[in-house]
């Protein structure tokens, strides 16, 4: 991979940044299927890395195309690049200097090995999620509408749309299966995540889709990650009170009901429960607790599941 070039890039609503490796001068392109086009055709799959930060949902045209083309890119994370721009000493802020920065951020994560690439199953599975959720929101807003309706033609107009968005969210089903058929490795870690009690097919598919690494990542980046790990703050003789540290909140909120139904049903997490609880811990501690709990289970399962497969397919 040291092998490679990083083309790092600053995306906006209108522009794209473009910084190559082995020259100081920053391209422009625009933000849209023609610019994303010329900018894709000087790119050599065989040999180029893209870098860049998410935007709003602005990159995510550049993601697809990447993906078509099967060109390697790297989401990076903006807090991380922000602590590289300081430890640079990179006072001044433009778009042609963030794209700098995001190419030699690109080439030290390399050097280091510790670049994720992304995969283009990843970026299909998360438009898809997305998009339900979306779908999902408007129904419950719609239902919600329909139940104050005093007027017949604005019940009759609400109806019609809740119809017509049950129909859609019934087609994003459909695809959310064709895709798992078309990617086995996707439907197996599903079904891994399945043999944990409380999760079930949509939470391992947002899962997954928020947090692709699952599987691959330490114990504590697991947490860090989710936004379950506490954060300590101790210095001298001050000791303040522990909270969570920022990471990927959609987490905790995939991972609520999960953990509601684990502490019924699930002997182990009903057992470290009550142990809690004998502590004197509050509810939502103990809450969070089974979430991180839940948590590194998964990724433990899901990389030993992963072991264990690679293992049989070299030994057949």
């Known amino acids: 991979m040291n092998?490679?070039?990083v083309v790092g890039v600053d995306i906006g609503k209108h522009w794209l940044d473009v910084a190559t490796e082995g020259s100081e001068r920053v391209a422009r392109s625009s933000n849209n299927a023609a610019g994303i086009a010329a900018f894709i055709e000087k790119l050599d799959p065989s040999q180029d890395v893209v870098v860049f930060e998410r935007c709003g949902g602005w990159e995510r045209p550049l993601e697809?195309?990447?993906a078509d083309r099967a060109i390697c890119w790297a989401v990076v994370h903006s807090q991380r690049v922000k602590a590289f721009r300081e430890a640079q000493g990179v006072k001044a802020k433009t778009d042609r200097i963030d794209a700098r920065l995001l190419r030699d951020y690109g080439r030290d994560r390399l050097n280091a090995g510790k670049l994720r690439l992304g995969r283009r199953e990843d970026v299909t599975l998360d438009a898809?999620?997305?998009r339900q959720r979306q779908l999902k929101a408007m129904l419950h807003a719609e239902r919600c509408r329909a139940?104050?309706?005093?007027?017949?033609?604005?019940r009759c107009s609400t109806e019609r749309t809740i119809a017509h968005l049950e129909e859609m969210l019934a087609a994003i089903a459909a695809e959310l299966v064709q895709h798992e058929v078309g990617h086995a490795e996707l439907a197996f870690k599903e079904g891994v995540l399945c043999s944990?009690?409380?999760?079930a097919e949509q939470t391992a598919r947002a899962l997954l889709a928020e947090l692709p690494e699952l599987g691959r990542l330490a114990r504590k980046a697991t947490t860090a990650l989710g936004g379950l790990a506490p954060r300590v703050h101790e210095?001298?003789?001050?000791?303040r009170r522990r909270g969570l540290a920022p990471g990927r909140t959609a987490i905790k909120v995939i991972l609520f009901n999960p953990a509601r139904?684990?502490?019924?049903?699930?002997?182990?997490?009903?057992?470290?429960?009550?142990?809690?609880?004998?502590?004197?811990?509050p509810g939502k501690v103990i809450m969070v607790a089974v979430m991180r709990k839940m948590l590194v289970r998964l990724n433990a399962r899901l990389r030993d599941a992963t072991a264990q497969t690679s293992t049989a397919a070299a030994a057949g």
């Open 261 to 281: 139904t684990a502490m019924r049903f699930d002997p182990q997490i009903k057992e470290f429960c009550s142990r809690l609880r004998a502590h004197g811990k």
């Open 64 to 66: 697809a195309a990447l």
């Open 235 to 239: 210095s001298g003789t001050i000791r």
């Open 3 to 5: 092998g490679k070039r």
């Open 128 to 130: 898809l999620m997305a």
């Open 147 to 154: 139940a104050t309706a005093a007027v017949e033609a604005v």
């Open 196 to 199: 944990q009690i409380g999760v």
